[in-house]
């Protein structure tokens, strides 16, 4: 299921980019055999111990950046129709794993509760309520028509369902604020309770250039079946879960950015390089998306991001070695 046992390429150094930790690239190995059966059985296997074996904090990969490349990133990263916004959690972000060993789910939630708390993002005490989630499950087609089927947003919709084709299928529950961040009111406009609008009176600061509501997260879902993940470590799966649920990412959008990101790891071919952890471009989109100011239409909040991106990667361009 998960590996530890890759081939890793020799890293840049450390703090190379003014970040706190700086990783590297690795291959992609198929699990298979004796070694895959024991993966998925036994709890004290080597994968298990890869609390010990990968670093603590937030482990950060990038490549020099240009201006034209991080407006291609984030733009291909935050679609979003005439006058919409992105959304984002307001709340407390708090992750929850499920379908691994104990051991290796602990893992991946205090990876994503470190990635989250180092990007900015708001994350719940240790016995918060969980709103972040990232099953591993042999069905994820029946597990995603189970939650299709549960979860509606405050109005009563039902939220949607995610192409097919992705391997790693993601759903978010949203909902609305106003601009002060008070969740908003729900008319109805039966007695179903299944159907209504939002009621949001106007709030001081609404402009034609700043919202009076706003959405966001209110719960968001993984669902990925082991197989996906063949080759890949605890830490691969939490970064690449970070950027899935704490924003509305789609990795197909990439395919015409050159940018390195943790994104293309689930689509990327056995013995295939790939990150070992979030890039510098990943870490830098949640990060500028988290730091965006509030009440903001997409279009303003995408070149917001993609500024504070640029001053990141500037003041991260001295310190690299020609």
Request: with cysteine.
């Amino acid at each position: 299921m998960i590996k530890t046992d890759v081939v890793a390429k020799p890293c840049a150094p450390l703090g190379q980019f003014h970040r706190p930790f700086y990783g590297c690239f690795r291959h992609r190995v198929a699990a298979s055999g004796l070694a895959a059966t024991l993966a998925l059985i036994a709890p004290a296997s080597a994968q298990d111990r890869t609390k010990s074996a990968e670093p603590k904090e937030i482990v950060v990969t990038g490549t020099r950046d240009r201006d034209q490349q991080i407006t291609k990133f984030v733009d291909a990263l935050t679609p979003s129709r005439v006058g919409g916004q992105l959304s984002r959690f307001e709340d407390a972000a708090c992750p929850q794993a499920m379908g691994l060993t104990p051991n290796q789910n602990s893992i991946v939630v205090d990876r994503m509760r470190s990635v989250a708390k180092a990007a900015g993002i708001p994350v719940g005490k240790a016995d918060c309520r969980p709103n972040v989630f990232v099953i591993v499950t042999q069905d994820k087609a029946a597990l995603v028509r189970k939650i299709r089927d549960t979860w509606t947003d405050p109005l009563g919709n039902r939220v949607k369902v995610p192409k097919q084709s992705d391997p790693a299928a993601v759903l978010h529950r949203e909902g609305l604020v106003d601009a002060n961040g008070i969740a908003a009111g729900v008319k109805r406009e039966d007695g179903t309770g299944r159907s209504g609008y939002y009621a949001v009176e106007m709030g001081n600061g609404s402009s034609r250039i700043r919202a009076n509501a706003r959405p966001h997260f209110l719960a968001s879902v993984m669902v990925v079946e082991p197989e996906a993940l063949s080759g890949l470590t605890t830490m691969q799966l939490a970064d690449y879960a970070a950027m899935r649920l704490l924003a509305k990412t789609d990795p197909s959008r990439l395919e015409k950015s050159t940018a390195p990101s943790i994104l293309r790891i689930l689509s990327a071919p056995m013995d295939s390089e790939v990150p070992i952890s979030l890039t510098q471009w990943d870490f830098g989109f949640l990060k500028s998306l988290y730091g965006s100011m509030e009440g903001r239409y997409a279009s303003q909040q995408r070149s917001e991001m993609q500024q504070l991106m640029q001053k990141d990667f500037a003041k991260a361009q001295p310190s690299e070695k020609k």
